[in-house]
């Protein structure tokens, strides 16, 4: 697919050439990613961001079929509290917006609510909106996915930013399906804020099947209602602000990725059709597994998601493979997997060594996160299932290894031997030396279609990403594995 490449002061500026084909995924925190988007380029944003819940959220990801052990890793944080981080983001949002509605509001809530979790998380929703403001379109619209915790407070927000007028539907979004209260009725939907930049916007109508007693009565009056107006019945009822056709997604459902608050498709798929047209650009600035950009790709929109979890990138992979939906996408926000900046990887490592480890296991194909030894210091390791077998992939951050780390993977590979697994690479930020690479080597070779191979390697990200077969990375190419392209 040829790119509608955008560019600006830090690479993300939407050019001349408009956006048909982007699909282009930032791993980063979203509010600098939309600082740095061009004013009034997106025709739809979709947010559904932490509801402060005040809980810590996993992704589960599991291996192949007779290994055992399942990755928990972290999807993303719910939990706010008033510090000093708040108070700077607070003076940020207040400065030059005091005599401004938004301002007005920020000012009134913390005079009502306080310095306190709710004011923490509502000070950080407030600097995203007035981003997605600015981006959208003077057509475009905003829908913003939350529950009863805090959507009072971000519709008096959104009023602030976008104006009352520009309020169109609270929807409720009805499910079943979960545990039930004994003290409380069961709380079983959530709402959808629905927000426009102005009085002009795009908007589709949908439709929904008529009740038999509705078909029924019409049938009988000769195709009109009882106000004598004609209804299609096979077009349907013009859709409410209530939805109650659309279940959230259960624990067996196919659809479900080990994503936390993962939606269906369908609910994403409505929302993109009633407010945008085929080519607009959809932008998901908490896209996590990718609901969204998986909707948006089966409607032949354009796309931006943005997420600061590394995994996320594995996650939405897994699901346009599943869906053969392509992958030539645009990803940054991580080092160029081009093997001549591998010194960005040995900075990342060092610098940030947990996401060093969830960066290099999300960009290799192929590898299903397997086991999370982060809280040990012994990192991530992830699966390859080749047509001859298993290869566990290891990833250690920190600014080396030692000849023990090489044993006790040596001992995690031949521990699970009897489960197919044949091999082994562990990555890591820095060259091997010598002694590293003899260690390795003691364990063997594997042969493949007439070729030895290593049965251990000890390889850095450029070697992977060179893809080129040295040092044993070969063993995973010989299962004919194609690197996924990052700029």
């Given at each position: ?166 309020f169109r539907n609270e929807i409720v979004w009805c499910y079943r ?46 195709g009109v209602s009882i106000d004598d107006r004609e209804r299609d ?219 030895s191979y290593s049965r251990l390697s000890v390889v850095t990200p ?26």
């Open positions: 697919m040829d790119m509608t490449h955008y560019e600006g002061e830090d690479g993300l500026v939407l050019g001349d050439e408009g956006v048909d084909n982007v699909r282009h995924l930032h791993v980063g925190d979203n509010l600098e990613v939309m600082r740095g988007m061009g004013s009034e380029t997106v025709d739809l944003v979709y947010l559904d961001p932490p509801f402060n819940s005040n809980q810590n959220y996993r992704i589960v990801f599991r291996g192949p079929e007779g290994l055992k052990p399942r990755a928990y890793l972290p999807a993303f944080e719910d939990v706010w509290v008033w510090d000093d981080a708040s108070e700077e983001l607070l003076g940020d949002l207040m400065q030059g917006r005091s005599d401004q509605a938004i301002g007005k509001a920020v000012s009134g809530m913390l005079m009502l609510i306080g310095r306190d979790r709710m004011m923490a998380y509502l000070v950080n929703m407030t600097l995203r909106l007035i981003e997605i403001h600015r981006l959208l379109k003077a057509t475009g619209s905003v829908y913003l996915h939350c529950d009863p915790t805090a959507s009072h407070y971000l519709k008096v927000l959104m009023d602030a930013l976008f104006g009352r007028e520009n399906g979960g545990g039930v209260p004994r003290r409380d009725f069961a709380r079983k939907h959530d709402l959808i804020l629905r927000f426009t930049k102005g009085d002009e916007y795009v908007f589709n109508p949908q439709y929904t099947e008529y009740s038999q007693a509705s078909v029924d009565l019409v049938a009988r009056r000769g019945l096979e077009r349907g009822a013009h859709m409410n602000d209530w939805w109650s056709d659309i279940n959230s997604l259960q624990t067996w459902s196919p659809e479900r990725t080990g994503y936390p608050t993962q939606k269906p498709v369908r609910l994403l798929e409505r929302i993109i059709l009633s407010s945008t047209n085929e080519g607009d650009l959809v932008l998901d600035p908490f896209c996590g597994c990718g609901t969204t950009m998986v909707a948006a790709e089966r409607l032949r929109r354009s796309w931006v998601g943005i997420d600061v979890e590394p995994m996320a990138l594995s996650v939405l992979r897994g699901r346009f493979d599943r869906e053969d939906l392509g992958w030539e996408l645009d990803v940054r926000g991580l080092p160029s997997v081009d093997p001549f900046d591998g010194d960005d990887w040995s900075m990342m490592a060092i610098a940030d060594p947990e996401r060093f480890e969830r960066a290099v296991i999300s960009l290799i194909e192929g590898c299903v996160p397997w086991r999370n030894r982060q809280d040990e210091g012994k990192g991530i390791e992830g699966v390859v299932t080749l047509p001859i077998g298993h290869v566990i992939v290891g990833v250690r951050g920190g600014n080396g290894i030692a000849i023990d780390d090489v044993r006790d993977f040596l001992r995690v590979v031949e521990g699970e031997s009897d489960h197919g697994v044949i091999g082994g690479v562990l990555v890591c930020g820095f060259e091997p030396n010598v002694d590293l690479l003899e260690a390795a080597a003691q364990a063997g070779t594997v042969c493949v279609e007439g070729e450029r070697e992977v990403f060179r893809n080129d077969g040295e040092n044993g990375w070969g063993l995973v190419n010989a299962g004919r594995l194609n690197r996924l392209g990052v700029s």
